[in-house]
């Protein structure tokens, strides 16, 4: 019987490997650099590029949750609720030590007004973790954005808690969930059939593409040039191991069709390089796999 068992065992491990595509198995190899849970998802349509590697498992997302909350911010403003160019004040309350905020390093006692605009600016291109408070503020809570994002069809992308929430408590961060095939069908909603109007998804997309935040992660590895519209995540190390390290984007191809890439690092024991180079890697062969596929 002990026999029969192992047997049966070894077949579902082949009948496995055999299902999986070249790009799965590449992925699946590169992966193990980081020396943690990576979780991958891909689309480009009309082809049959298949990246899978744990594409619904939820991987804490960190700062990449301020993509989704960019659309909401958006969303209210085409609804008449907000206006880019209001001004919003910036709370002595607002601040809070320890945290990434060059909006507290502009203004270190606060007590001003600040554009919308510029709020959205900071929070989805540079991270910025107090102007994302204030944006959930005007909101009305993480609340708002995911029954938002439930209306949306993207309940695996989980708003739960403020940045100063995440901080008070490292935990919370795997309640603050995204799966990665949640993040694509966001990133091809943004490409192909916007829930925004097309001023305000270029509008967006212009955001992510200028922004500087952790260049070698999906860009690492790309030709020189390449269009890449991202949203990054990051927790840092605490024990030697990074809780998430993350990066969604489109990736536009030189015949101009977008790539659709999510790649979520939880738990790498690996440095902060190492981990950075299994995402660019992982990018990099399903650009590869990408420019084989026919327009």
């Excluded at 320890?98 to 929070?123: F, I, K």
């Excluded at 991202?230 to 191809?253: F, M, P, R, W």
Aim: with cysteine; hydrophobic share 40%.
């Amino acid at each position: 019987m002990f026999w029969l068992r192992l047997l049966a065992s070894f077949a579902v491990v082949s009948s496995f490997a055999y299902a999986q595509t070249p790009l799965q198995l590449q992925i699946a190899r590169l992966s193990r650099e980081a020396q943690g849970t990576v979780a991958v998802a891909c689309s480009l349509p009309g082809t049959k590029l298949d990246c899978d590697l744990n594409p619904d498992r939820h991987q804490p997302m960190q700062s990449a949750f301020k993509l989704p909350l960019g659309v909401a911010v958006l969303h209210e403003i085409e609804q008449g609720k907000l206006s880019l160019d209001q001004q919003v004040h910036f709370l002595p309350s607002d601040i809070y030590k320890g945290t990434y905020s060059p909006l507290q390093d502009m203004y270190p006692n606060a007590n001003v007004d600040v554009p919308l605009r510029q709020l959205l600016e900071l929070s989805v291109g540079r991270s910025d973790n107090t102007a994302t408070d204030i944006l959930l503020r005007l909101l009305g809570g993480p609340e708002s954005v995911q029954k938002y994002l439930d209306r949306l069809g993207l309940q695996a992308l989980q708003v739960r808690d403020t940045e100063r929430s995440l901080h008070d408590d490292e935990r919370r961060q795997y309640r603050n969930y995204g799966e990665p095939v949640a993040f694509v069908k966001l990133l091809r909603m943004l490409a192909d059939a916007s829930p925004l109007n097309a001023e305000h998804t270029t509008y967006l997309l212009g955001i992510m593409t200028a922004s500087p935040s952790w260049p070698k992660r999906l860009r690492g590895l790309l030709p020189e040039g390449t269009g890449v519209a991202h949203k990054t995540g990051t927790s840092g190390y605490e024990n030697g191991i990074a809780a998430a390290t993350n990066d969604v984007g489109l990736i536009t191809l030189p015949d101009g069709r977008r790539l659709a890439l999510a790649v979520l690092v939880a738990d790498a024991h690996a440095n902060e390089s190492s981990v950075e180079h299994t995402i660019a890697a992982i990018t990099r062969a399903c650009y590869d796999a990408a420019m084989e596929t026919e327009p």
